[in-house]
């Protein structure tokens, strides 16, 4: 399609669908006819990929996940069609500019943090690699939080992602599905039959998703839950009114809204009724695809893997044995075979507090005859378990039912026991699954265990996050845009690391990214970046044990002993610290420290002293749009989990992909970007995962921390004078207490390492073309994790054919 062509159909859908011409559009109008125009483009892609499911002889992937952290659609499907130059012609040929109109578009924010994002990433390599696939999830109405700041404290506004339309969704009301919850089993040993209560409707509404520069376009199917008409009728027709709209707002419910808990899921009713009502909408559309195109059940792993992303969907185990039991008469062991070579399970986490559990009282009521499912399939996983010589000891630690606090479903045990493979996000992860959180499971079965290291997509993360690099790159490397699809190539950047014009030209992309940033906060914000400064980023959810903490307390040692002139000004490294995150509403220690960091803030960039050696900036509303601009400009990235706590990290990868250097902790993916990029790259610090064991063993005493670092108690008696909180000077002692006498995630002991290892960043900085040399070498050596690799490690750890 030539621009002229382009031009004409975006006029055209402009006043067809929107009713408009091209001096009476508004934004919207002119954002929607857009993304209508790029669309059409896709659906013809898309109904080859997915027109025919009997003649496609790839086995097709259903993956399945509560949360999509999608960033916006146009752009991307513009790069994939190979048609943004096309576009920004067409569009500048009728006077208006392509960025302007694209950079108002919202982004749908259906996901939290790195779990949804990492699903993303994998929807765009699935469609790149052509890999037939589905992602199946919740068309929640409104997504992720919108954060402000009121006086330096998070208020959440609701995201109204909706209030214009969503021109990239193509919505189906009339293929929906109906999902039940609720009443009883009736029936005797033999057969048993479930009469629920209630009925929902799923409505798919899909997104096409665009493969880079490939023939494939797969579909994103998320599902809005509506009122069945019947249930309403017949409550109507009894006169009741009200009870009528209520179920109907009982059944809008389900889909109305993202739980905002990264990492920390809090045991609801509605979030099992959320997880039970995609996961039943998605089998019934996959189960109806197989037997439509004419195959047996008994065939459907062979053509059919579902990826459970955590376990969120996992209730989706219990729902396909009974719907091959009860809808289907299969025997208990065919069901079961089929059933267990149908799914595998990837675990995100190492937090205890973050593996689901589902208390029996919930469950039961909301879900019965899925209850009597997982009972038995507990009842023959324990008797196998016996029958292999386990003791009563191991039974109950393996068991899918806890006994304690409450009796309820271990929802990791379920995935485990219900899964061909189970996989980690990142090497270290994989291996503490194996020996500590699920070491049960992996002695028993040991080859169900596999290590899947995630990945960042680079059309989205380099090509249109870095455009400048991105051209940097190609012209360097001189196979054009290959690199895009083969991330290995970034190697040959090495061959350049010494030529002194690519070293000034990828210095100058670095500050025109810190440019573009400052522009964007300026805008956005009213925060004013200097760009003459080390731009030091942490960015990701707010959690202890990501330690936030430890990055502020060290910022505050570094202005207490400025302000004591304990510290030569001259001989500083200028340093802007940009925070970007959201705390789940409830959590009140993440709370308190987005406070803290605002107060902070407050304090030092209006001291014009120390403003142009040390400030921060921390804008509100971090998210997957603010990302890309972020991302590229940053010189250092702040990756400081305590050690064997984040399970993989992805904002990682993406930094060290865009040229930034890491300071951070032996955890997840750090081990292996450290020993990719070479230990001279890379600012480690802290205790690793075994001495973190050890030292909790022997007895950790954060106060003896506190009392034997002069620098630390600088930061913390700063704190608690009031430096930063001049009218309520206790104002942050939850905090200071809860770091000098619990300090669960031990970010005090980390601190004089911590505060080394930024030593030896300044040094390595203040020689411009030492840092240089290693953030190209980031960017040459990173290549591995792009999502492609990850997609490809799924394809041959997790989604072969089963054998018979
Ligand atoms: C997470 C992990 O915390 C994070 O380390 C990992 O990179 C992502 C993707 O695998 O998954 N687990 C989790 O529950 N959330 C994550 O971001 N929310």
Known sequence: MDATHFADRFTTTLRHLRGVDLHSASDVDLRTALAHTVRA??????????????????????????????GTQTRNALLATELTDTAREALASLGLSLDDITSREVEPGLGNGGLGRLAACFMDSLATLEIPATGYG????????????????????????????????????????TVHLGGHVDGDNTTRRWVPERHVLAIPCDYLVPGYKSHTVNLLRLWSARATDAFDLTIFNSGDYEKAVAARTYAETISHVLYPEDSTPQGRTLRLTQQYFFAAASLHDLLTRHLKAGRSLHTLPDAVTIQLNDTHPVIAIPELMRLLLDEHGLSWDDAWHITQQTFNYTCHTLLPEALEVWPLDILGPLLPRH??????????????????????????????IQEHPVRAVRMAHLATVGSRTVNGVAELHSELLRTSVLAQFASYWPDRFTNVTN????RRFLALANPELASLISDTLNVGDRWLKDLDLLRGLEDHVDDPAFIAAFREVKHNNKERLARTLANRDGIEL????????????????????????HVITQYA???????????????????????????????????????????????????????????????????????????????????????????????????ALTIGTLDGANVEIRELVGPDNFFLFGMTEPDVVQRQRDGYHPHTVYEQSADLALAI?????????????????????????????????????YARCQEAVDRHYANPDQWTRSAILNVARTGFFSSDRSIRDYQTRVWQRPTK
């Open 717 to 753: 008696d700063t704190i608690s004078s009031g430096a930063f909180s001049p009218s309520e000077p206790g104002r942050y002692e939850s905090l200071v207490s809860d770091w000098l006498w619990n300090d669960r995630f031990m970010a005090l002991a980390d601190y004089e390492d």
């Open 530 to 553: 200097n760009t003459n400064a080390m731009l030091d980023v942490m960015v990701k959810r707010l959690h202890e044990y990501k330690r936030q903490s430890l990055r502020i307390l």
């Open 138 to 177: 919740i068309r929640y109405d409104y997504g992720i939080f919108r954060q402000t700041f009121q006086d330096g404290n998070q208020h959440e506004q609701p995201d109204t992602w909706l209030a214009h339309g969503s021109p990239w969704e193509i919505s189906h009301p009339e293929r929906a599905v």
């Open 455 to 458: 990945g960042v997509t680079p």
């Open 371 to 400: 209850l009597e499912i997982i009972f038995a399939i507990n009842h023959h996983f324990l008797d196998d378990l016996r029958r292999s010589g386990a003791d009563e000891l191991r039974v109950r630690s393996m068991s899918l």
């Open 41 to 70: 483009e896709l659906i013809d892609t898309w109904q080859t990929t997915h027109g025919n499911p009997s003649t496609t002889p790839q086995r097709h992937v259903a993956y399945l996940s509560a949360e999509y952290l999608l």
């Open 561 to 659: 002993k400025m302000k004591n002139g304990l510290i030569d000004l001259a001989t500083v490294t200028p340093r802007t610290v940009f925070f970007g995150a959201k705390a789940a509403p409830g959590y009140r220690l993440a709370k308190e420290t987005i406070s803290l960091i605002n107060a902070v803030a407050t304090t030092l960039n209006a001291d014009d002293e120390i403003r142009p050696y040390l400030s921060i900036a921390f804008p509100a509303n971090y998210n997957v749009t603010l990302a890309e601009t972020a991302i590229p400009a940053a010189d250092l990235s702040e990756q400081i989990s305590l050690a064997g706590k984040e399970a993989s990290g992805t904002g990682n990868m993406k930094f060290a992909l865009n040229g």
